[in-house]
């Protein structure tokens, strides 16, 4: 099972695979465009760590303190992050940010809310 193929859009299996330029369900046997899976990404919903609903360009609140990995810097609670754009990042990472006194960097949806 490869974890970064979508499930099928017709019976829901997580079994699809790759044949040629389609994906392939082999349970139900339908195919489709990959095309067709990245509209459906698209449609992603991202929420803050009280479920309110993010989108590019929000003013977030940082609810804990946020060690910075390979610094002795801290990221307090209640930091404001001010034009916050939401990606696809490494991990569970799906903002990125500029954060004032500390420069570009990505946060976790679950750590932020939204101002």
């Known amino acids: 099972m490869n974890q970064s193929l979508p499930p099928c859009p017709a019976c829901s299996s ?3 695979y790759e044949l040629g330029e389609l994906l392939v369900c082999p349970e139900c046997a339908h195919e489709w465009e990959p ?3 990245e509209v459906e990404s ?3 919903v991202i929420k803050d760590s009280v479920g309110n609903v993010l989108s590019d360009g929000d003013t977030v609140t940082i609810i804990k303190d946020l060690k910075i ?3 002795s810097a801290v990221i307090k609670v ?3 992050v001010r034009g916050i754009r939401l990606a696809d990042g490494v991990g569970d990472h799906d903002i990125e940010a ?3 006194g500390v420069g570009p960097m990505q946060l976790k ?3 932020v809310r939204k101002a």
């Open 98 to 100: 500029k954060v004032d």
């Open 69 to 71: 990995k390979g610094s």
């Open 35 to 37: 095309a067709e899976a």
């Open 109 to 111: 949806s679950s750590v």
């Open 14 to 16: 997580e079994y699809t």
């Open 78 to 80: 209640g930091t404001k």
């Open 42 to 44: 698209a449609e992603r």
